[in-house]
C-alpha cells in the first residue's frame, strides 16, 4: 500500500483540499483507498461521508485515534494522509513512519513561506528525509499566475532542496467541489481540464515515489 502524506505548520493553505483530491484521484483509478484524517476539524472524513455513495467511495479512517492503523483494511492499495494543521515534524513522528511520501502545500504570501521555512527545517532533520529515502515535494496553492506575488513565491520556493511539484491556480471550485464531496477528478468539462493538468506532474511524481 502506497502512502501519501500531506503536511504542512499552517492552517488555511489547502491541505484538506489536496489530500481529498488525491484519494478521489486514486479511487476512480480503481484503487482501494483510504484516507486517513489526522484533523481534529475532521473535514476530510466528513468530505468521505459525502462521497460514500459514489462508486469512486474513499474510505475515511480516524487517524487522531492511538491505534489507529488497526482499522485500514488489509486490502488497501492507496491511503492518504490528512495532517493536523500546526504541526511540526516531530508532532508528525508516527505518521512519518507510515509514509512513502509527503507533500507540503505553501500559499504565495510572505506569512505562508516562512512558516513552511520552520516545518521543512524540522522536517529535515528526519533521518528518512535526511537520507532521501522519503521523498518531499512542494505544491504552490491558490497561486495566481499573473500576479507579481505568486511569479516572486516560485523564483523563492525553487530555490530550496525540495521540488516544486505543481502549481494549482486559485479557484472557488475547490471549496464547492470538496463540501460536495467532489474533486476535479469526477468531472470532464473542458474548463475542468484546464485546471486538472495542474495536478498532472504532481501525480506523476506520486506514480513513482
Excluded: C
Excluded at 468521505?48 to 492511538?66: E, G, K, M, N, Y
Excluded at 513512519?97 to 504565495?108: G, I
Excluded at 522536517?123 to 504552490?140: A, E, F, S
Amino acid at each position: 500500500m502506497k502512502t501519501i502524506l500531506v503536511a504542512g505548520s499552517k492552517g488555511g493553505v489547502g491541505k484538506t483540499t489536496i489530500a481529498t483530491h488525491l484519494a478521489a484521484h486514486s479511487a476512480l483509478q480503481g484503487r482501494r483507498t483510504v484516507l486517513a484524517d489526522a484533523d481534529p476539524q475532521h473535514s476530510a472524513t466528513r468530505w468521505a461521508q459525502r462521497r460514500a455513495a459514489l462508486d469512486s467511495a474513499v474510505l475515511p479512517v480516524d487517524a487522531t485515534r492511538r491505534n489507529w492503523r488497526a482499522a485500514v483494511p488489509a486490502d488497501s492499495q492507496q491511503m492518504v494522509i490528512d495532517a493536523r494543521a500546526g504541526a511540526l515534524a516531530g508532532d508528525l513522528e508516527g505518521l512519518l513512519e507510515a509514509a512513502d511520501a509527503v507533500v507540503v502545500p505553501v500559499q504565495p504570501s510572505a506569512l505562508d513561506i516562512e512558516a513552511t521555512v520552520e516545518f521543512l527545517n524540522t522536517l529535515g532533520k528526519v533521518p528518512r528525509v535526511r537520507q532521501r529515502r522519503l521523498p518531499v515535494g512542494l505544491v504552490l496553492n491558490r497561486t495566481r499566475p499573473w500576479t507579481h506575488a505568486s511569479r516572486q513565491a516560485l523564483e523563492m520556493l525553487q530555490g530550496w532542496p525540495y521540488p516544486v511539484l505543481a502549481q494549482l491556480r486559485d479557484t472557488q471550485a475547490y471549496v464547492v467541489l470538496v463540501g460536495l464531496g467532489r474533486s476535479l477528478f469526477d468531472y470532464r468539462s473542458a474548463q475542468v481540464r484546464e485546471h486538472q493538468a495542474d495536478w498532472e506532474p504532481l501525480l506523476k511524481w506520486i506514480a513513482k515515489a
